[in-house]
């Protein structure tokens, strides 16, 4: 008899077992198709047979966790209600979801706005959604809601024949066959989407760009007085922008004077040539901490830094780094995501410059086609929307913004007049096209099979890109 | 963003020209404001927060009859002369003390223009208004009140009258109580002790701002004569409002009469003037535009504009985005349409450049998968219980996020090993055994000025039947021997070892990190059943190392 060298493994670890799944096989160290190949050939020979067994295997989702690590809306809904009818405009959480889930689950009553508790509601002292998820207890209500999901996973199980257990391995011949792939080590392997991020970087170096960087927490200052964004902006509210508790303030006096120049341009344009926005500027305001929700706060910090006199302009400046934004997380929206920050600061720059660099580096990065249109952000103007154009799907795709910085976030930083061309682009996009993902959260899950299949990235080799 | 939905019909005859879709879509938003859908009559147009005035139709055909050169230059508007009075009594300076108001006359309004007007309304509410704090509206038929009004604070059970959407008489505070657009704005009054109304001569309330109107007032189809007020906290924006109102009437044709607001004649329409030097222009956006190029655009954007030293620029009194002369600037170059500029790369003398931790980095990175491990990419967000109990950690010593979303997002990490934890317990269904490492950033509270700063760290975990304190023992040796460099391992005791395998790892006798075979206890907690180790180790510290 003559068998693969490959079956000839999978039945010498058959005769040690009798019967074993393809899983236990994969936990062993063999690989999936190649067990499925020796399978084949060994039940071509009447040595193993395989049955297959249908699993329904439940897990919770990243929903169903949210309710883990808190409640379910409607528990929230009940729980506020302890106090006695309340209005509904004052609950707070999810309320479409919880008001809805808690009326249907005959909890609550709701008459001219104010909610309250029906008898029903008032026995609720455990939460039964949680409940059924910590205990495992899935069913058809939490499947419906999203919390759970099902999948069906099939199980093969490899069995002996008697004939299997009769035949010694030394009476095999090993057969070779040149046509028949091996299979595929597993090996070290960088994440798909730090190899992108590094591109990106090299990029910007290959474009004579000098690295920045800088820290997450920094002060509103720099995230947003600098930058030109006044006080009262809705960017700067709770539900953009993750403040911190710990530590909650700066100490400012690094910045000097230029606290008071930042806040006078604010009121009244200080020396900037401008009109300012007018109004009350707070210090304590400025002093508390944010996450950054843009690498910009890094490019900002940088002009203060820039200790240099006019001479030594121009200067060009690059940072990839992570932000964080108070936004619900879904297949669109990261908490936590990449930026690409750029500075170009000088006296003879100008606009068509901008439009220069942008174009230079999106055409590095594989975009043949760009264009601007216009948009705005408080701290530059020209302010520019930057789309590329994706040939695959036909479609401009939006990749950040850009724009020159105004003369009010340049010159109370910088201390001196100059041009500063500036961008934020997004890198992710690029990741999920390449690692053909539907689901932005996949970039941080590390499945380790998505990273091990996703071949390395570059910007011309279109041929090896995932499946989107 | 502000999204709008107008109506195509409306907007050509404001306009004066029909368009294809194709063009709004593809052209029109050249202009700053997104066309985003067109179907049937329903367009869908979505603005920008510092142009309010294109937050209606009337406001966008405006724009676009100058955009599409159809009538170009500043739109002017005569205000006629009105003896219509608001009295400011001096109790509203504490509450809400601005008021503006203005008159327009004559107007044909159809269901279908009041619904625009209510949008507009709601959108300016919403954005310049922060949500009417800073700025409230109201519209009035003037037919159904007696001037002279007076606007003042009173006690919420003074007043009483019948608001929109509710057919019975109601004292102020029980409008905040118990009427939906009460509860929604009541925070805005929430600690007066008087609430602003506005009154006609015979006592009847107008309005109370920044709440809800009177229901006698409510402006219908059969409405001719329109009473608008603003009423908000910073003078300078209530003027503006006031001005981009009264001008969207005025585009349907209606005629303008001040009012005398505390001894003030309102709107003031006349346009503010700036200078733009046709040299700085050509300096700041690299277009090489002769004067009278930059004039023709300017008037395009609906400036007034004439030569001279300078450009002598007016600004339509309903803008309230322009500072600067970059404001200027960049509506040039708008209207010469961005798509116009030819890209262009200055001479710039500079070679590239990393951060010097960063080569360290990415060698590290070689190595390491070198070495079979598959790399992670993880959050910095972390929740709290995972830096603490999970790992049998008591004190919080991290950066501690005040408005998380959800527990996931209430820290940032001041450790990596937990994040390599959470992988591992992702990937349980996968093969064993597993191998990962991840080189990135925490964060650790600290005495500079901010209370924190960023760390590079490396950690490595491997887990599986076979796995033991070795496994990272060997790794870190292969690190040691690529990077040329001593580690020196000492008994350590990090809570989430097992006490016998755990060990610190010293620099030139300087800790830089940890090591170690993690405990039962500690892998119950992350659902992990099989034995796991792993190490953490400071890249600035083995960065400065490798540089003495």
Same mark, same amino acid.
């Given at each position: 008899?003559?068998?693969? &060298?490959?079956?000839?493994?999978?039945?010498?670890?058959?005769?040690?077992?009798?019967? =074993? &799944?393809?899983?236990?096989?994969?936990?062993?160290?063999?690989?999936?198709?190649?067990?499925?190949?020796?399978?084949?050939?060994?039940?071509?020979?009447?040595?193993?047979?395989?049955?297959?067994?249908?699993?329904?295997?439940?897990?919770?989702?990243?929903?169903?966790?949210?309710? #883990?690590?808190?409640?379910?809306?409607?528990?929230?809904?009940?729980?506020?209600?302890?106090?006695?009818?309340?209005?509904?405009?004052?609950?707070?959480?999810?309320?479409?979801?919880?008001?809805? +889930?808690?009326?249907?689950?005959?909890?609550?009553?709701?008459?001219?706005?104010?909610?309250?508790?029906?008898?029903?509601?008032?026995?609720?002292?455990?939460?039964?959604?949680?409940?059924?998820?910590?205990?495992?207890?899935?069913?058809?209500?939490?499947?419906?809601?999203?919390?759970?999901?099902?999948?069906?996973?099939?199980?093969?199980?490899?069995?002996?024949?008697?004939?299997?257990?009769?035949?010694?391995?030394?009476?095999?011949?090993?057969?070779?066959?040149?046509?028949?792939?091996?299979?595929?080590?597993?090996?070290?392997?960088?994440?798909?989407?730090?190899?992108?991020?590094?591109?990106?970087? !090299?990029?910007?170096?290959?474009?004579?760009?000098?690295?920045?960087?800088?820290?997450?927490?920094?002060?509103?200052?720099?995230?947003?007085?600098?930058?030109?964004?006044?006080?009262?902006?809705?960017?700067?509210?709770?539900?953009?922008?993750?403040?911190?508790?710990?530590?909650?303030?700066?100490?400012?006096?690094?910045?000097?004077?230029?606290?008071?120049?930042?806040?006078?341009?604010?009121?009244?344009?200080?020396?900037?040539?401008?009109?300012?926005?007018?109004?009350?500027?707070?210090?304590?305001?400025?002093?508390? %901490?944010?996450?950054?929700?843009?690498?910009?706060?890094?490019?900002?910090?940088?002009?203060?830094?820039?200790?240099?006199?006019?001479?030594?302009?121009? +200067?060009?400046?690059?940072?990839?780094?992570?932000?964080?934004?108070?936004?619900?997380?879904?297949?669109?929206?990261?908490?936590?995501?990449?930026?690409?920050?750029?500075?170009?600061?000088?006296?003879?720059?100008?606009?068509?410059?901008?439009?220069?660099?942008?174009?230079?580096?999106?055409?590095?990065?594989?975009?043949?086609?760009?264009?601007?249109?216009?948009?705005?952000?408080?701290?530059?103007?020209?302010?520019?929307?930057?789309?590329?154009?994706?040939?695959?799907?036909?479609?401009?795709?939006?990749?950040?913004?850009?724009?020159?910085?105004?003369?009010?976030?340049? =010159?109370?930083?910088?201390?001196?007049?100059?041009?500063?061309?500036?961008?934020?682009?997004?890198?992710?996009?690029?990741?999920?096209?390449?690692?053909?993902?539907?689901?932005?959260?996949?970039?941080?899950?590390?499945?380790?099979?998505?990273?091990?299949?996703?071949?390395?990235?570059?910007? %011309?080799?279109?041929? %090896?890109?995932?499946?989107? | 963003?502000?999204?709008?939905?107008?109506?195509?019909?409306?907007?050509? %005859?404001?306009?004066?020209?029909?368009?294809?879709?194709?063009?709004?879509?593809?052209?029109?938003?050249?202009?700053?404001?997104?066309?985003?859908?067109?179907?049937?009559?329903?367009?869908?147009?979505?603005?920008?927060?510092?142009?309010?005035?294109?937050?209606?139709?009337?406001?966008?055909?405006?724009?676009?009859?100058?955009?599409?050169?159809?009538? =170009?230059?500043?739109?002017?508007?005569?205000?006629?002369?009105?003896?219509?009075?608001?009295?400011?009594?001096?109790?509203?300076?504490?509450?809400?003390?601005?008021?503006?108001?203005?008159?327009? /006359?004559?107007?044909?309004?159809? =269901?279908?223009?009041?619904?625009?007007?209510?949008?507009?309304?709601?959108?300016?509410?919403?954005?310049?208004?922060?949500?009417?704090?800073?700025?409230?509206?109201?519209?009035?038929? #003037?037919?159904?009140?007696?001037?002279?009004?007076?606007?003042?604070?009173?006690?919420?059970?003074?007043?009483?009258?019948?608001?929109?959407?509710?057919? +019975?008489?109601?004292?102020?505070?029980?409008?905040?109580?118990?009427?939906?657009?009460?509860?929604?704005?009541?925070?805005?009054?929430?600690?007066?002790?008087?609430?602003?109304?506005?009154?006609?001569?015979?006592?009847?309330?107008? &309005?109370?701002?920044?709440?809800?109107?009177?229901?006698?007032?409510?402006?219908?189809?059969?409405?001719?004569?329109?009473?608008?007020?603003?009423?908000?906290?910073?003078?300078?924006?209530?003027?503006?409002?006031?001005?981009?109102?009264?001008?969207?009437?005025?585009? /349907?044709?209606?005629?303008?009469?001040?009012?005398?607001?505390?001894?003030?004649?309102?709107?003031?329409?006349?346009?503010?003037?700036?200078?733009?030097?046709?040299?700085?222009?050509?300096?700041?956006?690299?277009?090489?535009?002769?004067?009278?190029?930059?004039?023709?655009?300017?008037?395009?954007?609906?400036?007034?504009?004439?030569?001279?030293?300078?450009?002598?620029?007016?600004?339509?009194?309903?803008?309230?985005?322009?500072?600067?002369?970059?404001?200027?600037?960049?509506?040039?170059?708008?209207?010469?349409?961005?798509?116009?500029?030819?890209?262009?790369?200055?001479?710039?003398?500079?070679?590239?450049?990393?951060?010097?931790?960063?080569?360290?980095?990415?060698?590290?990175?070689?190595?390491?998968?070198?070495?079979?491990?598959?790399?992670?990419?993880?959050?910095?967000?972390?929740?709290?219980?995972?830096?603490?109990?999970?790992?049998?950690?008591?004190?919080?010593?991290?950066?501690?996020?005040?408005?998380?979303?959800?527990?996931?997002?209430?820290?940032?990490?001041?450790?990596?090993?937990?994040?390599?934890?959470?992988?591992?317990?992702?990937?349980?269904? /996968?093969?064993?055994?597993?191998?990962?490492?991840?080189?990135?950033?925490?964060?650790?509270?600290?005495?500079?000025?901010?209370?924190?700063?960023?760390? +590079?760290?490396?950690?490595?975990?491997?887990?599986?039947?076979?796995?033991?304190?070795?496994?990272?023992?060997?790794?870190?040796?292969?690190?040691?021997?690529?990077?040329?460099?001593?580690?020196?391992?000492?008994?350590?005791?990090?809570?989430?070892?097992?006490?016998?395998?755990?060990?610190?790892?010293?620099?030139?006798? !300087?800790?830089?990190?940890?090591?170690?075979?993690?405990?039962?206890?500690?892998?119950?907690?992350?659902?992990?059943?099989?034995?796991?180790?792993?190490?953490?180790?400071?890249?600035?510290?083995?960065?400065?190392? #490798?540089?003495?």
């Amino acid at each position: 008899m003559r068998l693969s &060298s490959q079956a000839i493994r999978v039945l010498e670890r058959l005769k040690q077992d009798e019967t =074993k &799944s393809v899983t236990e096989f994969e936990e062993e160290g063999f690989d999936q198709a190649t067990v499925n190949r020796a399978l084949l050939e060994l039940e071509e020979e009447d040595l193993a047979q395989s049955e297959e067994q249908e699993e329904i295997v439940q897990e919770v989702t990243e929903k169903g966790e949210e309710i #883990l690590d808190n409640c379910s809306p409607e528990y929230k809904i009940i729980q506020q209600l302890d106090s006695g009818i309340t209005p509904i405009q004052e609950l707070e959480g999810n309320t479409n979801i919880g008001v809805g +889930k808690a009326k249907q689950k005959g909890w609550i009553d709701i008459d001219g706005g104010k909610v309250s508790k029906t008898s029903e509601g008032e026995e609720v002292d455990v939460d039964p959604v949680k409940d059924k998820l910590e205990n495992e207890n899935f069913d058809d209500e939490l499947e419906e809601r999203g919390l759970v999901r099902s999948e069906a996973r099939t199980t093969k199980t490899l069995k002996l024949t008697d004939e299997g257990k009769e035949i010694e391995i030394s009476d095999i011949e090993e057969d070779f066959n040149v046509e028949a792939p091996a299979e595929t080590p597993r090996t070290g392997k960088k994440h798909y989407y730090k190899n992108i991020l590094q591109f990106a970087r !090299e990029t910007w170096m290959e474009m004579g760009f000098e690295e920045m960087s800088g820290d997450y927490v920094v002060p509103s200052f720099l995230n947003f007085d600098a930058l030109y964004t006044p006080q009262d902006h809705p960017a700067r509210e709770l539900h953009d922008t993750f403040f911190v508790e710990n530590p909650e303030n700066t100490d400012l006096s690094e910045y000097e004077d230029k606290v008071q120049n930042v806040a006078e341009t604010h009121q009244n344009g200080w020396e900037t040539g401008s009109k300012g926005y007018g109004g009350e500027w707070s210090k304590e305001e400025s002093e508390r %901490n944010v996450l950054r929700t843009h690498t910009t706060a890094i490019s900002a910090n940088r002009l203060h830094k820039m200790d240099i006199n006019e001479e030594e302009l121009p +200067k060009k400046l690059f940072i990839v780094g992570r932000n964080f934004r108070n936004e619900t997380v879904d297949r669109h929206h990261l908490a936590e995501f990449y930026q690409t920050d750029g500075i170009v600061v000088g006296k003879d720059l100008n606009f068509a410059n901008l439009k220069g660099y942008i174009s230079e580096f999106f055409e590095k990065m594989g975009y043949s086609e760009f264009r601007l249109i216009p948009a705005y952000y408080p701290y530059t103007e020209m302010s520019v929307e930057v789309q590329v154009w994706d040939e695959e799907d036909e479609e401009w795709l939006g990749m950040g913004g850009a724009g020159m910085f105004r003369p009010e976030v340049v =010159k109370p930083m910088l201390g001196f007049e100059a041009k500063v061309l500036a961008w934020g682009l997004g890198i992710p996009r690029i990741a999920s096209i390449a690692a053909g993902l539907t689901d932005i959260r996949e970039l941080y899950r590390n499945d380790i099979l998505i990273i091990n299949e996703t071949p390395v990235w570059r910007p %011309n080799w279109k041929k %090896n890109r995932g499946d989107q | 963003m502000a999204n709008l939905e107008i109506d195509k019909r409306e907007f050509t %005859n404001l306009v004066g020209e029909e368009f294809e879709d194709e063009k709004l879509i593809e052209e029109a938003s050249f202009l700053g404001a997104h066309w985003h859908n067109i179907d049937g009559n329903v367009c869908q147009v979505e603005t920008y927060p510092n142009r309010p005035d294109l937050l209606s139709v009337e406001g966008l055909s405006r724009a676009y009859r100058g955009f599409f050169d159809i009538e =170009k230059g500043r739109t002017k508007y005569d205000v006629e002369k009105g003896d219509i009075k608001v009295e400011v009594d001096e109790s509203v300076e504490e509450v809400r003390p601005h008021i503006g108001g203005a008159v327009v /006359r004559n107007l044909d309004l159809s =269901k279908k223009v009041i619904e625009g007007l209510i949008q507009l309304q709601e959108k300016m509410h919403e954005t310049m208004g922060r949500r009417r704090d800073k700025l409230a509206i109201g519209l009035h038929d #003037l037919s159904t009140v007696e001037a002279p009004f007076t606007y003042k604070a009173v006690q919420p059970e003074k007043v009483e009258f019948t608001p929109l959407e509710y057919d +019975k008489n109601m004292q102020l505070g029980e409008i905040l109580d118990e009427h939906n657009k009460g509860q929604k704005y009541a925070w805005i009054l929430e600690d007066e002790d008087k609430y602003p109304i506005i009154e006609d001569a015979e006592g009847r309330v107008l &309005s109370f701002p920044p709440i809800i109107n009177n229901q006698l007032t409510e402006v219908y189809s059969g409405t001719e004569d329109i009473f608008i007020d603003v009423t908000g906290k910073d003078e300078a924006t209530v003027k503006k409002a006031l001005n981009n109102l009264t001008t969207a009437l005025a585009e /349907r044709g209606g005629s303008i009469e001040s009012v005398t607001i505390d001894g003030e004649k309102m709107p003031d329409l006349s346009p503010e003037t700036m200078e733009l030097e046709p040299e700085y222009f050509r300096d700041v956006s690299g277009l090489e535009l002769e004067e009278s190029e930059i004039i023709e655009r300017l008037k395009m954007m609906k400036y007034g504009a004439k030569g001279g030293k300078a450009i002598k620029v007016e600004v339509p009194c309903y803008r309230n985005d322009v500072m600067h002369q970059y404001d200027l600037i960049e509506d040039v170059i708008i209207a010469h349409r961005y798509t116009n500029i030819e890209p262009e790369l200055p001479e710039v003398d500079q070679i590239g450049q990393q951060q010097d931790i960063q080569d360290t980095t990415q060698v590290v990175r070689d190595i390491m998968t070198e070495a079979g491990a598959m790399e992670a990419m993880t959050y910095v967000h972390d929740n709290r219980e995972d830096l603490t109990e999970k790992i049998n950690v008591e004190k919080e010593n991290f950066v501690k996020v005040d408005n998380p979303l959800s527990e996931e997002y209430s820290a940032l990490r001041n450790l990596m090993m937990p994040s390599l934890l959470k992988v591992l317990q992702k990937n349980k269904h /996968r093969g064993y055994p597993q191998i990962f490492f991840e080189a990135g950033n925490v964060a650790e509270l600290d005495d500079s000025p901010v209370g924190a700063s960023n760390k +590079k760290k490396m950690a490595f975990i491997q887990t599986g039947e076979e796995t033991d304190f070795t496994d990272a023992r060997r790794i870190l040796q292969v690190l040691e021997r690529d990077l040329g460099i001593e580690l020196e391992i000492r008994e350590g005791n990090q809570p989430f070892f097992q006490p016998a395998r755990s060990g610190k790892i010293l620099i030139e006798g !300087e800790r830089a990190g940890f090591i170690g075979q993690f405990s039962e206890e500690v892998l119950g907690n992350w659902e992990l059943d099989k034995p796991t180790a792993g190490f953490e180790i400071d890249l600035e510290k083995l960065n400065e190392e #490798l540089k003495k």
